[in-house]
């Protein structure tokens, strides 16, 4: 009696773990899902961005209308860092994601079409 007892738990037991099992699995799977997307829609827009050969003096207007609060106007820092060597410490890659991401903070995140972004980059490139 107590052998077709434990057989019942021990059913019961796998039941709940499978089906544990296999929602944590499906939450899994919509994450990373989730997160290919996104990393691919980032990927698309670096590589667009990337691609175009930005203007130095439309990318210093940018920067004087958005960033010199942080800054300052010759981008030697306030609140935010020097930027006169950024492209040397950062490639462009990582300025992008820094620019869209605001990574550190208190750096804000900036919606920037990639036009706009490649010409902020030429900017940054020329205050080396």
């Known amino acids: 009696m107590s052998t077709s007892s434990s057989t ?4 019961d037991f796998k039941r709940e773990f499978l089906k544990i099992f296999f929602i944590v699995f499906g939450v899994l799977v919509i994450c990373f ?7 691919q ?7 667009e961005t990337l691609a175009l050969n930005g ?3 439309e990318g210093d207007a940018l920067f004087k209308i ?3 609060g942080c800054h300052g106007i010759t981008a030697r820092g ?5 930027l006169h060597s ?3 410490r950062l ?3 990582e300025i992008i994601r820094q620019v869209t991401g605001g990574q550190t903070p208190p750096m804000p995140s900036f919606e920037i079409d990639p036009v706009n972004m490649s010409n902020l980059l030429k900017y940054l490139h020329s205050l080396e």
């Not at 019942?8 to 059913?11: G, I, N, P, T």
């Not at 306030?78 to 020097?82: A, I, K, R």
């Open 8 to 11: 019942a738990v021990e059913r």
């Open 33 to 39: 899902s989730i997160f290919f997307v996104k990393n």
């Open 41 to 47: 829609e980032n990927n698309k827009y670096i590589i």
């Open 55 to 57: 203007s130095a003096e």
């Open 66 to 68: 958005n960033c010199v």
């Open 78 to 82: 306030l609140v935010g860092p020097d």
């Open 86 to 88: 950024i492209t040397q």
């Open 91 to 93: 490639n462009d890659k």
